[in-house]
């Protein structure tokens, strides 16, 4: 774990401070950030373990939650940025959008600005007051980090894992068993005979044919009754 969260999550969320990702992009984050978790825990999408139990178990944060507290870090970082007569610098203008003439994108209705994230994200951890508190340093560091605090992997992990396993194994062999019982169920019955009723009525008259249906009965006797009278010699049939 040390090592994923010394080279893997560094480089994976290199520059996330200014990222304003879509809904789709940060699943696909997320979908990685998971992979990697299952694979140093030793476990796979087939054992069934929820997201929020495998986080249990590793004692990682949520990865939406780590590029929260790395925009709003960065976001309290630029609020701070004043010069000596206390005016905000040239990046925190660019950043709080402080010029009249700037405009939306055109694509705002689908990915949000990096303003609106940052609102998003001071929601979420309940953050009241942030123009106060974020000119506290160490105060808005602790704020932040609040939800994304790291946790010791679980102590019995390897038995939870071999667990999960277990029954994943045990529910693998049940629906391979219902599997294969509904496979010869079927089998048998598509060669079971159907039960003869007395009265057949899709048989063509001309050559015995059996038809799905009187549909196909009238369908097959267009055919066939025409291959009929083609058969037939000359004179038969007169007096």
Known sequence: MRIFRACILPVL??????????MAQERRLNTFYMACLRTLVGVTLGDRIS???????????????????????WFGHVNRMEDVEK??????????????????PQNAGVRKRW???????????????????????DKWRQITNKYVQIKPVHSIIQKLVHEYK?????????????????NTTSTVTSQTPPMSTG????????????????????????????KVVKQTPMGQGLV
């Not at 997201?51 to 790395?70: A, D, H, V």
């Not at 609106?116 to 974020?134: H, L, Y």
């Open 87 to 104: 005016k905000p610098k040239l990046l925190k203008k660019v950043m709080f959008s402080y010029f009249l003439d700037a405009r939306r």
């Open 51 to 73: 997201n929020e139990k495998l986080l249990e178990l590793s004692g990682q944060p949520n990865l939406e939650n780590i590029m929260r507290r790395n925009r709003l870090r």
């Open 13 to 22: 969320l290199y520059g996330s401070e200014v990222w304003s990702l879509t």
């Open 199 to 226: 009265v057949v009525t899709n048989i063509c008259p001309n050559c015995d044919q059996v038809c799905k249906n009187q549909r196909g009965v009238k369908i097959h006797r267009r055919t066939c009754d025409k």
């Open 115 to 137: 303003e609106d994230k940052i609102a998003d994200d001071i929601a979420k951890f309940g953050i009241k007051n942030w123009r106060r508190e974020t000119m506290d340093k």
């Open 166 to 182: 277990e029954l994943a194994n045990r529910r693998r062999v049940e629906e391979l068993a219902r599997s294969s019982q509904a």
